[in-house]
């Protein structure tokens, strides 16, 4: 009902205008829901013109026509990638996908802090499951970098075995996979970052990756809560594996950074611009413990400044998805304008040429 009525709306204005205004006005989930449906309309505007070769970089083996990606958790089921890719992202990752459809946590789940410009959710993996992303997959053609986030159902009896299954249906489809063991909202999930259990999951992961027609590349996505004996643990464990690459981060269970503010209480993972400086310092301690290893640095970014202080950070490439909430999707083509003035600032030809200029900064929070 709701969407139909907004139909005209989202033609006469237009999905950046809506954006930014209109669905500021919505609760968060039915928000997030006309953005998708407006995308389905093909509402979304479409890059006019290539981008610049100062951005043009690889990533696991992938060859991208830019840095930017949409993280995980925007579109859950597969719904709208190709208009996602058509609008400029050089990646887009959908998911998180289950083995069976869940319906997630109870309503209300998703908060805005507005004031700090953040997000609060503890959706629980809300999805229709492999199949359904499946199925909308097969055959479709999405001008980006496409990866495929999996997890596993709340339920289920045995995490590893799902996210085997995650591997086994989707690796000769999607261009990489993401290994989601760090989302707040599945309990117990997290525990797969400890030593043994991870040493398990990416075993078994990667075993099934080998039997695989392709060989889909294989990124971890990590938590910004790891203490220091965390971080060494997981540098470890990959260092004796053949994973492709680490996410760095998904959401934090601090409040520290919206403390007092409207909805800071809500339990659920924050994100958008106060993750920022806790996930870009976790992202550079982590490019410290894992040399040349590809990193992907999502977590508050929330302006060109904070995109091209990832990449100095240590990313090899980026994602953005709650900045969207505030910033409208035109924030994209401000951040890749954004990245090519850093390239040429500097005196380089491409934006390969600064990932990790600053990495020593920002692991120590010497770094603004």
């Known amino acids: 009902m709701i969407f139909s009525a907004l139909s005209p709306l989202l033609r006469n204005a237009g999905l950046a205008s809506l954006t930014r205004d209109a669905l500021l006005r919505m609760d968060p989930e039915t928000a997030h829901g006309a953005t998708i449906t407006a995308l389905r309309m093909g509402l979304a505007p479409q890059q006019a013109h290539a981008d610049p070769q100062e951005l043009a970089t690889s990533l696991c083996g992938l ?31 959908i998911g998180t996908v289950t083995p069976r459809p869940q319906t997630g946590n109870p ?6 802090v507005t004031e700090a410009e953040g997000v609060i959710n503890r ?11 499946f199925a909308r997959l097969k055959g479709l053609r999405v001008p980006a970098a496409l990866g495929v986030n999996i997890g596993a159902n709340k339920d289920s009896v045995d995490f590893v075995a799902d996210y085997v299954l995650g591997v086994q ?85 601090s409040r520290d950074p919206v403390a007092g503010r409207e909805n800071a209480d809500e339990t659920g993972g924050l994100s958008g611009k106060p993750l920022f400086a806790l996930s870009t310092q976790r992202l550079a301690q982590m490019r410290q413990r894992v040399g040349a290893l590809p990193l992907v640095g999502v977590g508050g970014i929330h302006s060109p400044q904070s995109a091209l202080a990832k990449i100095e950070a240590g990313a090899n490439a980026i994602q953005l998805y709650s900045a969207l909430v505030f910033g409208g999707l035109d924030l994209l083509d401000r951040i890749k304008r954004g990245l090519v003035a850093g390239v040429r600032a500097a005196g380089k030809k491409n934006i390969s040429e600064l990932v990790g200029t600053r990495t020593d900064e920002w692991s120590s929070g010497r770094a603004e």
């Open 169 to 253: 249906r989707f690796a000769d489809l999607a261009d990489y996979l993401t290994v989601n063991i760090s989302s707040p909202n599945t309990p117990g999930l997290r525990n797969l970052q400890a030593d043994e259990a991870l040493r398990r999951l990416l075993g078994e992961v990667l075993t099934a990756r080998a039997k695989a027609k392709t060989r889909v590349p294989v990124l971890l996505k990590i938590a910004p809560d790891l203490d220091e004996a965390g971080m060494d643990a997981i540098a470890r464990v990959i260092g004796d594996t053949d994973l492709d690459g680490l996410i760095v981060s998904n959401t934090t269970i």
């Open 107 to 112: 309503k209300p789940r998703l908060f805005r």
């Open 63 to 93: 060859d991208l026509k830019n840095p930017v990606g949409m993280a995980a958790g925007f579109d859950k089921n597969a719904e709208v990638p190709r208009p996602l890719a058509l609008m400029g992202f050089g990646m887009v990752e």
């Open 123 to 133: 959706m629980g993996f809300n999805n229709e499951g492999h199949e359904a992303a």
